[in-house]
């Protein structure tokens, strides 16, 4: 096996730890950094077999664990057009990450190779970045190693956010076509969503500063990058929690997942009200926006809110464009509030579904349709443009200047918008867009709907892999009668609603409830939980 002859060798600098198994989830691999040199190593020699099977187009690695502690670290594969690894590929991954030996791993490299039909003599070409993490040097090391084992075209865009990555990748396999999406460098990054936010709230009132909660990670140094490229006083910000040279600052007390889960302002922010406040979470691919009313009570618009916010500026557009032919809808999980759900399909009357947990999930639902706006409830999503859509704008011919700026704006809006993957810059932007377009303070927007109180819980269970789920996840399958066990709960309860489903992140259970009240949502969610457990 001429092709993989220098793997053995390389391999042996990073062996793999004897007593762990790795497996390629949601998030690609994610785990405790100091256990990951072997399983980045070898992710670099499968970021060169899938560019080899993709015609040696740009395949990107992102090392990041996103809004896990800093002590954790993780890696993941981009596909050419910016999207996850296709699914197919995450067996050969964990089969890869798992092989003892390097003999072991040389068979397992065969035969995606052979299974692949993977022509050798392509070049492979893979771009990789990680993010602020101590474990990522060491790491982005052992990567380099498994690249160069292979001859791997490579280049590193250093420490930049997920999103970026996802964007310099796309950039990179659209070059020179139709679908150019940008300049694959930062300064393209910077130029071409500054460029459209402009384009987009130009002759609007000045918005006041936005506090952006930078959860000491990458998202800090970028979006100061991003407000010096647009250097106008429409994008004045402040950050706060920009730490990323303090070990142990990262995503600890503050960052989207924080603020989502905890329901509270981060550390280190005190909320004044009538102020605007966003929280990026680690590697900046997720927002959550908040603020606190006159009483000081905290607000949380979530990932539904900013979802139901884009879908509705959306909508407006479409309807005030007179084009026939275009149609919004939106890809929620079940994790969408049960309310967001309602005021979507019954106040927009826009269609929507449901899709497994998991970005790449409702990615390829909206991908389904004209114009799809997809988030998970904890802040990570976008829009997408079918080529259906952009071709109808594209042949669009407005009858009033109401319709020009509409169609305008619509254009707009989709440069905006990092169609490859969630990115809380992009998404800031267009939040803060859609706000200043309507005059709107964070109180307006929030009052299109009230979340029903939910809770979610983690819980540990001795095997969680005999959890398994149907319906969007939302209806367990296994273990026997456990579902009607939850349906019986569910049913004591005014608008009460639950679910359990197994982590793809973590090993753990977990546990969704909503209903009418506090105190119902509550007891709900623990006698669900305590049925599991
Ligand atoms: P798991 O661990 O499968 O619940 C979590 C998030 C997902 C998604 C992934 C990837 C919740 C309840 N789950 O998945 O939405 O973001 O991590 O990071 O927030
Ligand atoms: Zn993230």
Request: charged share 20%; aromatic share 8%.
């Amino acid at each position: 096996m001429a092709r993989f002859a220098s793997v053995a060798e390389y391999s042996a600098k990073h062996p793999k730890p004897a007593d762990i198994s790795f497996a390629y989830g949601t998030a690609g691999f994610r785990t405790v950094g100091s256990t990951l040199e072997s399983t980045v190593f070898r992710v670099g020699l499968l970021a060169a077999l899938r560019s080899q099977s993709k015609q040696g187009r740009v395949i990107g690695v992102m090392i990041t664990a996103s809004h896990n502690p800093e002590c954790d670290n993780g890696v993941k594969l981009v596909d050419p057009m910016g999207e996850m690894l296709q699914q197919s590929w995450e067996g050969y991954c964990t089969r890869v990450a798992n092989a003892a030996t390097s003999d072991e791993l040389v068979a397992a490299l065969a035969e995606v190779a052979e299974a692949e039909a993977i022509d050798a003599d392509v070049t492979p070409r893979v771009v990789y970045a990680r993010d602020t993490r101590p474990s990522g040097p060491l790491l982005q090391a052992a990567l380099e190693d498994g690249l160069a084992a292979l001859g791997t075209d490579a280049v590193s865009f250093g420490v930049v956010t997920t999103p970026q990555l996802h964007y310099y990748v796309r950039c990179l396999n659209t070059a020179g076509t139709a679908a150019a999406y940008g300049e694959p460098t930062a300064e393209g990054y910077f130029a071409k969503y500054a460029g459209a936010y402009l384009r987009l709230v130009e002759g609007k009132q000045h918005p006041s500063p936005l506090h952006i909660d930078a959860a000491n990670g990458v998202g800090a140094p970028e979006v100061r990058k991003l407000a010096a490229v647009a250097a106008s006083p429409y994008l004045q910000i402040e950050v706060h929690n920009g730490d990323t040279g303090t070990p142990g600052k990262l995503n600890s007390g503050c960052g989207a997942d924080y603020v989502k889960s905890n329901q509270r302002a981060p550390a280190g922010m005190v909320l004044a009200p009538g102020s605007r406040y966003c929280s990026f979470d680690g590697d900046a691919d997720r927002i959550v926006y908040y603020y606190a009313d006159e009483h000081s009570t905290f607000h949380l618009l979530d990932g539904d809110k900013i979802s139901t916010l884009i879908a509705t500026y959306l909508r407006d557009l479409v309807v005030a464009a007179g084009v026939e032919g275009l149609q919004v809808g939106v890809v929620q999980t079940a994790y969408a509030n049960g309310n967001s759900t309602s005021y979507i399909k019954d106040t927009l009357r826009l269609p929507t579904v449901f899709a497994k947990t998991g970005v790449k999930h409702l990615h390829h639902e909206a991908e389904q349709m004209n114009i799809g706006v997809y988030f998970e409830a904890n802040g990570h999503g976008t829009a997408l443009f079918s080529p259906a859509a952009v071709a109808t704008l594209r042949a669009a011919t407005p009858q009033t200047p109401a319709q020009q700026d509409a169609i305008g704006r619509l254009w707009a809006l989709r440069d905006l918008i990092n169609e490859s993957v969630g990115d809380a810059m992009s998404d800031m932007l267009v939040v803060e867009a859609v706000l200043a377009c309507k005059g709107w303070t964070l109180a307006q927007w929030d009052e299109a709907y009230t979340d029903l109180p939910s809770r979610l819980l983690k819980v540990i269970v001795q095997d969680r892999a005999i959890f398994k789920t149907t319906n969007a996840e939302q209806t367990l399958t296994s273990p026997p009668h456990l579902q009607d066990t939850v349906d019986a709960l569910v049913a004591r309860v005014p608008r009460g609603r639950a679910f359990v489903r197994p982590s793809g992140t973590e090993d753990a259970v977990r546990v969704y409830a909503e209903a009418a009240t506090r105190a119902d949502c509550d007891q709900l969610a623990y006698a669900v939980a305590g049925a599991v457990f």
